[in-house]
């Protein structure tokens, strides 16, 4: 996701220094090219030479470290302007008040000033530090001048205290970075809503109906549209997942509380995408005691759920776009595109259960995608590439 992209690791001196290892670490498994300037302090928590085996890259602390060959690219200006998105983690008061200061007095102060690319502010410090308010003018300072600010999190601080100043969790910083960096906003000024995941339709207080749907394919889908800068309303069902950076999360149980969620945030939507596997049935009845049971076989009266799709297929707007998917055992194509036209959509990604790679669970799936010009089969790929060539083909729709 981060090939072709250099990007640059501020590293100053707080005990969370030594988690950079980490990012450094996975940024390179996302193919970027990653650079690290530390401050002197930094290199007492972790050594230059940890970033310089996991980034095979020289690793800069001072302007003065520059090499006789360095003249052609001068490092403290180069490594600025050669980045294509900076994180500064941690980012000490001390660091923060030279970059809100216009001071330049090391290799990290430095390389910020002539940069043109996003940069990153992750500030990390003691609680107390951190609401400082020559601090957090600075901070303020710099969300001015066009810094992103990553917001600490809260919890065990290293110098004994509870509270605000905690370094991210390391996968949340490259998040951070990916949706910085990693794809063209081509979906800028869009509204996009996606349902995700199961329905639960409740029997008593302790017993419900549900399928196997992990929502591993709307969250995809709901990721990508974030990265590509659209506004996503991400109406989920149960699932164990974890909400992508820049996605507002909507969480609903029962196929009705979906169909009110979903066909309210519909409204002013540019697309939709239905995703979840909603259930057609739900119990006549809730009992509102749990249900005992007697020797004999039990049968439990079901009534038919609304269908969303069809509903946001009947009050499409002009140039709204509305996607559903498809999930089936036999004659999936011709099921798929009978789906089409009965619900009024414009796409339909049909998957079929009984190949390998596709469906439920899986980070992989096999789609077809429906429209009424016809089929685009796509080859087997990750969630994420197929909800990327879902939004390529409406985007060019
Ligand atoms: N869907 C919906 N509301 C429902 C049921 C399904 O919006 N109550 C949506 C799903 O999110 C999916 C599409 O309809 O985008 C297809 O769902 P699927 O269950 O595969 O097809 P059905 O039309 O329900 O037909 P069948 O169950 O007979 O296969």
Known sequence: ??????????????????????VASMLMKLHADVHV????????????ETFEVLTKNKVYLDTFDEQPDDAVHVPHISLGTGADVILIAPATADIIGKIAGGIADDMLSTVVLPARCPILICPSMNVYMLENPIVQ???????RFGYE???????????????????????????????????????AGKKVVVSAGPTQESLDPVRFITNHSSG???????????????????????????????????????????YREVTGAA???????????????????????KIKKNDGDLSIPLARTKDILKTLGEKKRPGQFICGFSMETENLLQNSAEKLRKKNADMICANSLTQEGAGYQVDTNILTLITKDGNEQLPLMSKLDAAHAIFDKILAL
């Open 137 to 143: 003018d600075n901070i303020s300072k710099l969300k």
């Open 216 to 258: 591993k394919m709307g969250y995809a889908l709901a990721e990508a549209a974030a990265l590509r800068g659209a506004k996503v309303t991400l109406v989920s069902g149960p699932t164990a997942l974890k909400t992508p950076y820049g996605v507002e999360r909507v969480d609903v149980l029962s196929a009705e509380d979906m």
């Open 1 to 22: 996701m981060l090939q072709g992209k250099n990007v640059l690791l501020g590293v100053s001196g707080g005990i969370a220094a030594y988690k950079m290892a980490n």
């Open 149 to 187: 600010i990553v917001e600490p999190a809260e919890g065990y601080l290293a110098c004994g205290y509870e509270g605000k100043g905690k370094l991210p969790e390391e996968s949340y910083l490259v998040e951070r970075i990916l949706h910085a960096v990693a794809r063209e906003k081509d979906m």
């Open 267 to 289: 409204a002013d939507a540019d697309i939709v995408v239905m995703a979840a596997a909603v259930a057609d049935y739900t119990p006549r009845t809730v009992a509102d005691r």
């Open 37 to 48: 300037v530390m401050t002197r302090n930094a290199a007492k928590f972790i050594t230059p």
